[in-house]
Nanobody, 114 residues
Framework: QVQLVESGGGLVQAGGSLRLSCAAS????????MGWYRQAPGKQRELVAA???????NYADSVKGRFTISRDNAKNTVYLQMNSLKPEDTAVYYC????????WGQGTQVTVSS
């Protein structure tokens, strides 16, 4: 079992920044992918960014150039630095951990006011 604890969400004005963190604990497999997804009201959950244990990254087109995903393998933690936030970034952000199995965090609300 793997537990994911997210932090860092909140309310910010458009143009501002937030940093999300997700710490994984439990039966961590050394080769894994961690990522952030988001779900806005009335919309499907979508990939924001993901990073493999080797450091390879993948971003949604809508966040390229504004968001940066990184990880600290020693701490089993993934970060999402979000800059130049827009109202359309408002959503619940979920952390995801994938290896043989698939785990999700409880979600953290990000609200960007115009």
């Amino acid at each position: 079992q793997v537990q994911l604890v997210e932090s860092g969400g909140g309310l910010v004005q458009a143009g501002g920044s937030l940093r999300l963190s997700c710490a994984a604990s439990g039966s961590i497999f050394s080769i894994n992918v961690m990522g952030w997804y988001r779900q806005a009201p009335g919309k499907q959950r979508e990939l924001v960014a993901a990073i493999g244990s080797s450091g390879h990254t993948n971003y949604a087109d809508s966040v390229k150039g504004r968001f940066t995903i990184s990880r600290d393998n020693a701490k089993n933690t993934v970060y999402l630095q979000m800059n130049s936030l827009k109202p359309e970034d408002t959503a619940v952000y979920y952390c995801r951990y994938q290896e043989r199995y698939d785990y999700w965090g409880q979600g953290t609300q990000v609200t960007v006011s115009s």
